[in-house]
T-cell receptor, first 112, second 115 residues
């Protein structure tokens, strides 16, 4: 199995631009999680899906952030418009049962 | 709510030293407990886990025992190597308000091993 796949691995953009991060979970996993990691705030859960349905989005920082999971093998996290304080590493993780999670390599986002 | 408290870092040790990273938790019920490791530039990887009291999780020379009486899950290794340099996260799995399992992570402990 290829594991969780994220793209792009690095993204540099200017403030105000739209950013779309992509994730392909491990096949057969029913749960998908989006996290953000920064030095100041550590690892934060943004949103998670079960069977493609968003379950808990209470961690999404504000309306500029949105996430979708149109099918079992693909999810996106979109930031529009982006701001410098959104600079972070964004991780996607998947899980067969919501317990043990398998993380992707992350997308390192820099907003100038 | 559920929470995990782990040892503040950074921790710096010499190669072949004994390692302990403390982790305590607060939870209702009987959570599963995990240690994840994050190597530089990578995502988190599951290192070991324990699902019930007195269970010992082990992997790559690391061990942790689920201690219900002290609500702890300390990570130990008898002889560390330079390749163990990473950030270590303690986590617990519990049932969320939505009826699904969710992980609660500690803040992470950065470990550096010097030759």
């Amino acid at each position: 199995d290829a594991g969780v796949i994220q793209s792009p691995r690095h993204e540099v953009t200017e403030m105000g631009q739209e950013v779309t991060l992509r994730c392909k979970p491990i096949s057969g996993h029913d749960y998908l999680f989006w996290y953000r990691q920064t030095m100041m705030r550590g690892l934060e859960l943004l949103i998670y899906f079960n069977n493609n349905v968003p379950i808990d989005d209470s961690g999404m920082p504000e309306d500029r952030f949105s996430a979708k999971m149109p099918n079992a093998s693909f999810s996106t996290l979109k930031i529009q418009p982006s701001e410098p304080r959104d600079s972070a590493v964004y991780f996607c993780a998947s899980s067969p049962d919501g317990g043990t999670q398998y993380f992707g390599p992350g997308t390192r986002l820099l907003v100038l | 709510g559920d929470s995990v408290t782990q040892m503040e870092g950074p921790v710096t040790l010499s190669e072949e030293a004994f390692l302990t990273i403390n982790c305590t938790y607060t939870a209702t019920g009987y959570p599963s407990l995990f240690w994840y490791v994050q190597y530089p530039g990578e995502g988190l990887q599951l290192l070991l886990k324990a699902t019930k009291a007195d269970d010992k999780g082990s992997n790559k020379g690391f061990e942790a025992t689920y201690r219900k009486e002290t609500t702890s899950f300390h990570l130990e290794k008898g002889s560390v190597q330079v390749s163990d340099s990473a950030v270590y996260f303690c986590a617990l799995s519990s049932i969320s308000n939505f009826g699904n399992e969710k992980l609660t992570f500690g803040t992470g402990t950065r470990l550096t091993i010097i030759p």
